[in-house]
């Protein structure tokens, strides 16, 4: 079990190494303009994304079914669900900022449709956090 819980923390770590990538897309973006790029970057990275949570499927089911796992698997899976609910966030927020880039809006027109987003991330970006250091305790 303690393998498990080592490997989802690893695994949700590269998760978040992606997303902060995705994130320095974004401060890439608004200093060069490049769109093209930005929506290169974050092609790879959903794919990236995918992969990971796709790898931590077996690791999961092992957790869930184990009988010493099953005092940890509730906060297991409101971490997966948490960082599943960050990753789409970000994607919509990606896409709300390129989007906003294409269409020529300004700076704090996008700002403004990307509060709500970044609000929402805030708060994610802590649970997923407070969760990782609670798995690590264990």
């Known amino acids: 079990v303690q393998a498990a819980l080592q490997n989802v923390h690893n695994i949700i770590s590269r998760c978040i190494a ?14 060069t303009g490049d769109v093209q790029a930005c929506k290169t970057a974050r092609k790879a990275a959903d794919g ?16 869930q079914s184990s009988s010493q796992g099953s005092q940890i698997w509730p906060k297991v899976d409101e971490l997966v669900a948490k960082e599943k609910e960050k990753q789409e966030r970000l994607m919509m927020k ?5 989007d906003g880039y294409e269409k020529r809006s300004n700076g704090r027109d996008i700002a ?5 987003h970044d609000q929402r991330l805030a708060v994610l970006n802590q649970e997923v ?7 690590d305790q264990i």
């Open 18 to 31: 992606v997303e902060e990538k995705l994130g320095a897309s974004l401060h890439e973006l608004s200093r």
């Open 48 to 63: 990236l994304l995918k992969e990971l949570l796709k790898e931590l499927k077996p690791t999961l089911a092992f957790l």
């Open 94 to 98: 990606h896409s709300t900022v390129v």
């Open 129 to 135: 956090d407070e969760l990782l250091d609670f798995i």
């Open 112 to 116: 403004n449709r990307v509060v709500a």
